[in-house]
């Protein structure tokens, strides 16, 4: 019997790819690949990093999935163009972190948005009539300003969330808490600032972090392959499959509809929650 040839996925390395804002789409799509990669028993895996920042719970569940995984096989969080706040959250579940000289990185930092557009509702006409179990049960609503007990509540929120973070990065990169607040107080700093404060390990790139995460797995770095854990075919594939044509337009298309798509999906679930995220 001729028994079907089955890939060797112990000699190749997995790699995911976090880009633009982390939320429930991001973590659900990381987590399930990091499920796959621990069943193939691949030996290690590079995280490519290239997002923002995102909320907090999304990030934090990354974040434990990936250091549970880490028990069992070498990661390597490669950082990008920009991996700042939830980006460097969820980097502190690889055991190492290489950064590009320019990487923007940091915004370690907790921020809570709302609106508040009493006055133009004013101007039109328009008000609320609100029925509650409680006085704080519409906090943050957009036709009012906050009371001062709303903005008691919401910062003791902010500082907790913080402090989860700053004790995370600490924890991870083996600094004092203290240490940590020194420089988490929100600003974005350079990947060669990164290395400075022990933010990440080394500078290079993502083809370094690949090189250093085979040697980890005792794998050759100039033989082993990457093998990528893709996302799923974007709509536009779907909708244009076929000749050389439709697919270059689905190529230019894909990812542009589908990083609006993401932010559009951020942007309308996320009002009102704690954010580790940078805003440019």
């Known amino acids: 019997m001729i028994w079907p040839f089955k890939p060797s996925f112990r000699k190749q390395i997995a790699r995911i790819e976090i880009t633009g804002a982390i939320a429930g789409g991001t973590r659900k799509r990381v987590l399930d690949a990091l499920k796959i990669v621990e069943e193939r028993k691949f030996p290690a895996l590079l995280l490519r990093i290239d997002s923002p920042g995102g909320t907090v719970g999304d990030s934090q569940e990354i974040y434990y999935a990936l250091k549970k995984l880490r028990e069992k096989i070498k990661i390597v969080a490669s950082f990008g163009n920009i991996s700042a706040s ?3 959250y969820i980097g502190m579940g690889a055991e190492h972190i290489v950064a590009n000289p320019g990487t923007i990185t940091g915004s370690i930092g907790v921020i809570l948005r709302g609106n ?19 006085p704080y049960k519409d906090i943050l609503a957009f036709d009012r300003e906050l009371t001062a ?20 990065v600490a924890d991870a990169r083996k600094l004092t808490v203290e240490t940590v607040r020194s420089f988490a107080d929100g600003r974005i700093f350079t990947g060669q600032q990164a290395l400075e404060l022990g933010v990440v390990d080394r500078l290079g790139t993502e083809e370094d972090a690949r090189r250093w995460a085979a040697e980890l797995a005792g794998l050759d770095p100039e033989k082993t392959t ?22 270059e337009l689905a190529t230019y298309l894909g990812p542009r509809l589908s990083a609006a798509t993401d932010w559009l999906e951020f942007e309308a679930s996320t009002s009102g929650l704690p954010l580790w995220m940078y805003r440019p």
């Not at 006055?119 to 179990?133: D, H, M, N, P, Q």
């Not at 919401?154 to 995370?168: A, G, K």
Request: net charge negative; aromatic share 6%; no cysteine.
């Open 86 to 88: 939830g980006g460097v």
């Open 116 to 134: 508040n557009l009493e006055r133009l509702l004013e101007k039109i006409g328009v008000s609320f009539k609100v029925i509650k179990s409680g």
């Open 149 to 168: 007990p709303e903005e008691h509540i919401l910062q003791e929120l902010i500082d907790i969330s913080y402090q989860q973070f700053v004790q995370t």
């Open 226 to 247: 990457l093998y990528t854990l893709e996302e799923k075919k974007s709509l536009t594939s779907r909708l244009l499959p076929g000749n050389q044509a439709s697919s």
